[in-house]
């Protein structure tokens, strides 16, 4: 078993920043790829970002390139999600989810492990 926990929601303007934090223990961290995922109210969980087990590898949703920033700690066994030019598009409830896959995948069901969700609200 994976235990996940985020932190660092909140609400913030249009324009601005959060980061986003999950703590994880149980099994070897570095044995899993980690992805964000958001949900909004209505809407099917989407991918956000994957980093691979090494942290070599990441990848983003076109939606979010050039604004996130996916990074681990594999020392700390964390995984962080840096939020810049926040729109109000990006509200939604973020999940961090472990994968057993190498370099993670953008499909949920190829995640074995999932946080509790950390809101994020972005007022314009």
């Known amino acids: 078993q994976v235990q996940l926990v985020e932190s660092g929601g909140g609400l913030v303007q249009a324009g601005g920043s959060l980061r986003l934090s999950c703590a994880a223990s149980?099994?070897?961290?570095?044995?899993?790829?980690m992805g964000w995922f958001r949900q909004a109210p209505g809407k099917e969980r989407e991918f956000v970002a994957a980093?691979?087990?090494?942290?070599?590898?990441?990848d983003y949703e076109d939606s979010v390139k050039g604004r996130f920033t996916i990074s681990r700690d594999n020392a700390k066994n964390t995984v962080s999600l840096q939020m810049n030019s926040l729109k109000p598009e990006d509200t939604a409830v973020y999940y961090c989810?472990?994968?057993?896959?190498?370099?993670?995948?953008?499909?949920?069901?190829?995640?074995?492990?999932w946080g509790q969700g950390s809101q994020v609200t972005v007022s314009s």
């Open positions: 149980g099994r070897t961290f570095t044995n899993y790829a």
């Open positions: 989810a472990a994968s057993s896959l190498a370099i993670g995948s953008t499909w949920p069901n190829q995640y074995d492990y």
């Open positions: 980093i691979s087990y090494s942290g070599f590898n990441t």
